[in-house]
């Protein structure tokens, strides 16, 4: 009888184990995380207060109708000039919301490109590049990109902007008239004692 219970209590074990459904693990949560963006903004605020506050020797270099002018400079010039870097899109929540990022990997320089556009014409930044050695802080950026355009008045204005890391930041300025040659200007910046300008 005794072996008869056990038989019957391992059966219906058996059987209401075959019968129940296989519980499913729980559905995985949806990721919430959100692309995140190079702080280029900071970077740039970074770079120009160490400049800022660090004595150098400071460089500027215009060049204008084939004619190249430089001079030395102060920190308080450097800081002026160095504003047009730091542009209301490049700001965190404007960034995000009107740029979409796309990035590669040179395989010839080992380095990382990230390029940041826009399709809304209306804003004077339409693209940034940086590049950055693999890693996942900013400190192994080793150039970032700028391009803008806008108009004022009959003027178009293009600016190509560049920016070394711990050297120099060059602006190149582009002015188009309907009807007149483009006048181009050059200016330069270099803070770093050993360049060879």
Request: aromatic residues 12%; hydrophobic residues 35%.
């Amino acid at each position: 009888m005794k072996n008869f219970a056990a038989f019957f209590l391992a059966g219906s074990l058996l059987l209401v184990s075959a019968c129940t459904p296989p519980v499913s693990p729980p559905a995985p949560k949806e990721d919430s995380t959100e692309t995140a963006y190079l702080p280029v903004a900071d970077y740039l605020r970074a770079e120009i207060s160490y400049v800022d506050s660090t004595p150098l020797a400071i460089q500027k270099y215009i060049t204008r109708d084939n004619r190249r002018d430089s001079s030395f400079i102060q920190q308080g010039e450097f800081n002026r000039l160095s504003q047009q870097f730091l542009l209301p899109e490049l700001m965190p929540d404007s960034f995000k919301k009107n740029y979409s990022e796309s990035s590669f990997m040179d395989k010839t320089t080992g380095y990382l490109s990230f390029t940041y556009s826009t399709l809304n014409k209306k804003l004077p930044l339409q693209r940034v590049d940086v590049l950055a050695a693999p890693g996942a802080s900013m400190d192994k950026v080793k150039s970032i990109y700028l391009q803008k355009g806008f108009s004022t008045g009959d003027t178009t204005v293009v600016q190509k902007m560049f920016w070394q890391t711990g050297h120099s930041f060059l602006i190149l300025t582009s002015l188009q008239i309907p009807g007149k040659p483009a006048v181009e200007h050059q200016l330069k910046v270099v803070w770093d004692a050993g360049d060879t300008e």
